[in-house]
Nanobody
């Protein structure tokens, strides 16, 4: 499975961005999809995940109430809508995927087999 993330950019604090991740190869509808991010000088961290059907979602505390993950299996695309952005949301955002045999609440990065190239999000204060 190849993942191509897009939609990053520069936004002021309080603004919004919508990230997209297009998948090719594999059977997208069978995979749990998610997003990670990595801020400068920090470890890569889990942001959000969505089940293969879209019926279940899971968020890190940092994004609860502000971020929404969704997917379109027909378009083989997963989205991350980010609202009320804060400077601490700055980082490179990575689209990830794995087979759905692992619960979406399992967050370690090693459990995700497929990784996109990342898209930069910069939130200015």
């Amino acid at each position: 499975v190849q993942l191509q993330a897009s939609g990053g950019g520069l936004v002021q604090a309080g603004g919004s961005l919508r990230l997209s991740c297009a998948a090719s190869g594999g059977t997208f509808s069978k995979y749990t999809m998610g997003w990670f991010r990595q801020a400068p000088g920090k470890e890569r961290e889990f942001v959000a995940a969505i089940s293969w059907s879209g019926g279940s979602t899971y968020y890190a505390d940092s994004g609860k109430g502000r971020f929404t993950i969704s997917r379109d299996n027909a378009e083989k695309t997963v989205y991350l809508q980010m609202n009320s952005l804060k400077p601490e949301d700055t980082g490179v955002y990575y689209c990830v995927g794995r087979k759905s045999t692992v619960p979406i609440t399992t967050t370690p990065r090693a459990t995700y087999r497929y990784w996109g190239q990342g898209t930069q999000v910069t939130v200015s204060s």
